[in-house]
């Protein structure tokens, strides 16, 4: 039985940055893939980034594309999600991910078995 646990939301000013973690704990070897999903109130839950597999190969969603970033540390069994530049947009509490999908299914979250509690972030003056 594999766990998610996020930590590192918070409230931050527009143009600020934050990092989130997410640390996993049991069996994630062989190919297991984390990924970053968010939903802001009265909106579906969006893909944002997936570290794919052992590959270390990240995929990102357009609207996050080169503001944010994703990695994987193998040892600590984490993976980050460091955000810069928020917009109020990007408020949502984030969740965790983790599974088995395959590369055209990065983007949908029923290719992902195990999920995280979530985190709150809110980009606000």
């Known amino acids: 039985q594999v766990q998610l646990v996020e930590s590192g939301g918070g409230l931050v000013l527009p143009g600020g940055s934050l990092t989130l973690s997410c640390v996993a704990s049991?069996?994630?070897?062989?190919?297991?893939?984390l990924a970053w999903f968010r939903q802001a109130p009265g909106k579906d839950r969006e893909f944002v980034s997936v570290?794919?597999?052992?590959?270390?190969?990240?995929y990102y969603s357009d609207s996050v594309k080169d503001r944010f970033t994703s990695s994987r540390d193998k040892a600590k069994n984490t993976v980050y999600l460091q955000m810069n530049s928020l917009k109020p947009e990007d408020t949502a509490v984030y969740y965790c991910?983790?599974?088995?999908?395959?590369?055209?299914?990065?983007?949908?979250?029923?290719?992902?078995?195990?999920w995280g509690q979530g985190t709150q972030v809110t980009v606000s003056s």
């Open positions: 991910a983790g599974g088995y999908p395959i590369l055209s299914s990065i983007r949908n979250s029923r290719g992902y078995r195990h």
């Open positions: 570290v794919w597999r052992n590959t270390g190969s990240t």
């Open positions: 049991g069996d994630t070897s062989s190919g297991y893939s």
